[in-house]
């Protein structure tokens, strides 16, 4: 079985400065794939990063850093120099080679970013 | 341009009424995948399908059916079986091989009136 925790139901931060959103994992599958999207009022989910297990660095795009932490089992995403459009729902997710690869979701995070 | 479609984006149904909720892609993705989205509850599988004419249960299926008689094509029907269909819908698909990101439609918000 897998599982995702997301803690933060909601999040606030103040435009310009970062924010960490956090993912617990939980798997004995030793190939895997977490995943960050984002939804904005509009519904669409938007992919944002991906860490994979073998992975040896953390992955980045842009303002998405994603802090890939193995042994906690955690993969926080982390925005840094927020933007009033990154208001939006926040999903961490992740796939399984053993498990035909099925995405699997966290609850999500809101996150306000403040001007 | 590729993409994933999903329609209608609203739907109302009667109580006792069947609905489809549509979805199309044009990007070659052999799985294709249906979650449901309640506020505070993420989203939770439906079904899936990694291959044509074949699908399988997700962990909340009861209430609802799908066909995948094309590649691109995987809808979803909500039937009356199904006690609390109001919410929003999601239509996603992948390569299904490896571990790649989902694309994802627009979403249909169902509402029973």
């Known amino acids: 079985a897998q599982k995702i925790t997301q803690t933060q139901p909601g999040m606030f931060v103040q435009e310009k400065e970062a924010v960490t959103l956090d993912c617990t994992y939980d798997t004995s599958d030793p190939s895997y794939g977490l995943f960050w999207y984002k939804q904005p009022s509009s519904g669409e989910m938007i992919f944002l990063i991906y860490?994979?297990?073998?992975?040896?660095q953390n992955a980045t795009e842009g303002r998405y850093s994603l802090n890939f932490q193995k042994a906690r089992k955690s993969a926080n995403l982390v925005i840094s120099a927020s933007q009033l459009g990154d208001s939006a729902m926040y999903f961490c997710a992740m796939s399984l080679s053993g498990g035909s690869y099925i995405p699997t979701f966290g609850r999500g995070t809101s996150l306000i970013v403040h001007p | 341009d590729g993409g994933i479609t999903q329609s209608p984006k609203y739907l109302f149904r009667k109580e006792g009424q069947n609905v489809t909720l549509s979805c199309e892609q044009n990007l070659n993705h052999d799985a294709m995948y249906w979650y449901r989205q309640d506020p505070g509850q993420g989203l939770r599988l439906i079904y899936y399908?990694?291959?044509?004419?074949?699908?399988q249960k997700g962990d909340i299926a009861e209430g609802y059916s799908v066909s995948r008689e094309k590649k691109e094509s995987f809808p979803l029907t909500v039937t009356s079986a199904q006690k609390n269909p109001t919410a929003f819908y999601l239509c996603?698909?992948?390569?299904?091989?490896?571990?790649?990101?989902?694309?994802f439609g627009q979403g249909t918000r169902l509402t029973v009136v």
């Open positions: 399908s990694q291959i044509v004419n074949d699908f």
């Open positions: 860490q994979g297990s073998y992975d040896q």
């Open positions: 996603a698909s992948s390569i299904g091989r490896g571990l790649n990101e989902a694309f």
